[in-house]
C-alpha cells in the first residue's frame, strides 16, 4: 500500500468486506492518514456493536496507560447478551510490550474483535509482533496519499460520495489544503453537509462552504509571487497573517513549496509541451501559462533558493532548526526573501 491509489482502493475493499460483515477476529490499523484509520474503525464498531447492549460489549484501551495483559484479559471474556465484543487499543505505538499479543493472534477469541490501532506512524511489520501481525490478522496501512496521486484520488472520492467537480475548484481546494488527503476530506464534508447529492461541485461552492477567500487565498499568493508582483504579494501575505484561524501559517507554507517543486520540474522541461508539463506536474490547462512565467522569473538557481527558504520556514515551524518561535514572522520573512529573488 505504498501508493496512494493503491491505498486508497484497498480501504475501499476493506470497507465493502466489513459492510457484508466479513469481520476478522483482529485487525491492525497504523499509519499516518488517520481519517481513513478513523473510517475503518468507525465501520467496524457500525458492524460489530449492537445498539442495545453497545455499552456493556465495547472495551476501549489506550497503550500509555494499559498493559498488554488487561488486553487479553478483556479479549478472552464473552460478550454479554450479544454475538460479539469489540476491543478496541488505541495508541497502541505506546505498547510497552507487544510481544505478548502474539499468543492471542495464533488463538483469538471467536466472539472477539480486537483492533490494535497505531496511528501516526506504521508498526515495524519485520518485528516478530509485526510478522505475526501481517500473517495472522487484516491489517490496513493508512499510508499518506503522495501529491501525484491526490487529483484522482480526490476526484474518486467524490464521485464516491455521490458528487461530481470542475477542475478549477478541485485544484483549489487540493493547493489550499496543502494536498493533504485528511484536511481536503474534512473541507469536503463542509461541501456535501450544504449540497445534494447529484450536484456538480463549482468554485462558488468551495469559496462559500470551505471559506475560501475569492481576492485571498493561495493561488493568489502563488500567482502574485510568481509574477513578482510585490505590493499584491504583501497585500495578500497581510490578509493571511491577521485570519490565521482560517489559515494556517505551516499549510500556507506547505502550499507554496509543493507549488514552487512544480515550478522546478516546470522549468527542466521549458521545451516540453504543455500537455507533457501538464502530466508531469499535474494542472490543469488554465495554470499552465503561470508555471511557464513563474520558471521563467525563478530562472536558475533562484528556484533552488525558494525551495530552500520555505524547507527553512518548514523546519523552523517544527522547531527542527532554531528560530524566534513567531510563526507569522517566519512566514513573512520567507515571502519576503522569495521577492528579494
Not at 485528511?182 to 462552504?209: A, M, Q, T
Request: hydrophobic share 35%; proline share 5%.
Amino acid at each position: 500500500m505504498a501508493k496512494g491509489s493503491s491505498s486508497y482502493s484497498e480501504y475501499n475493499a476493506l470497507l465493502q468486506q466489513i459492510e457484508s460483515n466479513e469481520i476478522a477476529p483482529v485487525y491492525l490499523l497504523h499509519g499516518e492518514e488517520y481519517y481513513l484509520l478513523e473510517q475503518i474503525l468507525e465501520k467496524i464498531e457500525k458492524a460489530v456493536l449492537e445498539e442495545a447492549t453497545k455499552s456493556f460489549n465495547h472495551q476501549l484501551f489506550y497503550g500509555k496507560e494499559t498493559d498488554v495483559s488487561d488486553i487479553l484479559n478483556a479479549s478472552k471474556r464473552f460478550p454479554m447478551m450479544a454475538d460479539k465484543q469489540l476491543i478496541v487499543y488505541k495508541e497502541a505505538q505506546y505498547c510497552r510490550t507487544p510481544d505478548q499479543i502474539i499468543p492471542y493472534l495464533e488463538n483469538p477469541t471467536p466472539s472477539t474483535v480486537l483492533v490494535w490501532y497505531h496511528p501516526g506512524k506504521n508498526l515495524p511489520m519485520n518485528t516478530r509482533v509485526g510478522k505475526k501481525f501481517k500473517e495472522l490478522a487484516k491489517v490496513f496501512t493508512g499510508s499518506p496519499v503522495p501529491e501525484r496521486d491526490i487529483n484522482p484520488v480526490i476526484t474518486q472520492y467524490i464521485k464516491d460520495q455521490g458528487y461530481d467537480i470542475e477542475p478549477k475548484p478541485l485544484h483549489l481546494l487540493i493547493e489550499n489544503s496543502g494536498a493533504k488527503f485528511s484536511v481536503i476530506i474534512k473541507e469536503l464534508d463542509k461541501v456535501f453537509s450544504n449540497l445534494e447529492k447529484g450536484n456538480k461541485i463549482r468554485e462558488e461552492h468551495i469559496e462559500k462552504y470551505v471559506g475560501i477567500n475569492k481576492e485571498y487565498n493561495i493561488f493568489a499568493l502563488q500567482k502574485a509571487l510568481a509574477q513578482k508582483q510585490k505590493s499584491r504579494s504583501i497585500e495578500i501575505l497581510n490578509y493571511f497573517l491577521n485570519n490565521l484561524n482560517t489559515n494556517p501559517m505551516p499549510m500556507l507554507n506547505g502550499a507554496l513549496f509543493s507549488y514552487f517543486k512544480k515550478v522546478a520540474i516546470t522549468q527542466s522541461m521549458m521545451r516540453s509541451t504543455d500537455r507533457e508539463i501538464m502530466a508531469a506536474i499535474g494542472i490543469p490547462q488554465f495554470f499552465i501559462n503561470e508555471y511557464r512565467q513563474a520558471a521563467t522569473n525563478f530562472g536558475g538557481k533562484k528556484i533552488l533558493k525558494v525551495i530552500e527558504a520555505l524547507n527553512d520556514c518548514d523546519l523552523k515551524f517544527k522547531g527542527i532548526k532554531e528560530s524566534t518561535g513567531d510563526q507569522k514572522g517566519i512566514f513573512e520573512e520567507t515571502i519576503l526573501k522569495i521577492l528579494s529573488l
